[in-house]
């Protein structure tokens, strides 16, 4: 069975969505499923939008094809656990994140990371596969991307993209996350189902942060780029 669930801006829950898995197609099911992810992440981007005071603009239509291509050609063959989730967070505000008490979720910001080393350590161990700094108008932190075994479930590869930017005026975090469980058939199904969708994850992670980075600079160019 593959389930799929994701999370809004600002720490939103919402409840996972199950589909049935298809072969060398997307079944009814699972574009539903998309459907579904596109339009909370098209709501998570109006609200970071909002946190930013900019205009902003649709995203579901170019979410659903990222998303379609994540989903596309999964296994009809055994039986495991597919998970999709992301969060965009913005405030002009970070006053109080380092104690919670930035906003009604009592939120911390996260520690950004001097090198791929200090990434891993803060992951367990999780292989990273790419790892920059990353200074932009103002703000500066890193993008850290790990994908592996995961720690707690032998059977599970889990894969996670984070973009953490920080500044005296604002802060902003991205972050794109998927795992795939299989208690039968164990992890060589798998990473092989997560490896399959591991570009298709990266450039999905990084439109996200694209988009939210443009929100946060609302119109005006980027400066001081450094990755």
């Given at each position: 069975m593959l389930m799929v669930a994701a999370g809004a801006a600002?720490?939103?829950?919402?409840?996972p969505v199950?589909?049935?898995?298809s072969s060398n197609s997307i079944s009814d099911d699972e574009r539903a499923v998309i459907d579904d992810l596109a339009r909370q992440l098209d709501e998570s981007?109006?609200?970071?939008?909002e946190q930013f005071d900019?205009?902003?603009?649709?995203?579901?239509?170019?979410?659903?094809?990222?998303?379609?291509?994540?989903?596309?050609?999964?296994?009809?063959?055994?039986?495991?656990?597919?998970t999709v989730d992301f969060e965009m967070y913005g405030t002009k505000n970070p006053d109080g994140l380092?104690?919670?008490?930035?906003?009604?979720?009592?939120?911390k910001r996260r520690p950004v990371h001097a090198d791929a080393q200090a990434c891993a350590a803060a992951n367990r161990n999780i292989p990273v596969i790419r790892f920059e700094r990353v200074e932009i108008n103002g703000l500066s932190g890193h993008r850290c991307i790990i994908a592996g075994q995961s720690p707690d479930f032998e059977?599970?590869?889990?894969?996670?993209?984070?973009?953490?930017?920080?500044g005296p005026e604002a802060?902003?975090?991205?972050?794109?996350?998927?795992?795939?469980?299989?208690?039968?058939?164990g992890y060589?199904?798998?990473?092989?189902?997560?490896?399959?969708?591991?570009?298709?994850?990266?450039?999905?992670?990084?439109e996200i942060e694209t988009l939210a980075v443009d929100a946060y600079l609302g119109g005006e160019p980027a400066a001081d780029v450094a990755p």
């Open positions: 600002g720490a939103q829950e919402t409840d199950e589909a049935a898995p981007f109006a609200v970071l939008a900019v205009e902003s603009f649709s995203i579901r239509p170019m979410m659903q094809a990222l998303l379609g291509d994540v989903f596309r050609d999964l296994p009809d063959e055994g039986n495991y656990g597919f380092d104690s919670g008490e930035a906003d009604e979720d009592a939120r059977d599970a590869w889990v894969y996670a993209s984070w973009l953490v930017l920080e802060y902003l975090e991205v972050t794109t996350g998927g795992a795939v469980a299989s208690e039968e058939d060589a199904l798998s990473s092989r189902i997560g490896l399959e969708r591991l570009d298709a994850l990266n450039v999905m992670a990084a």
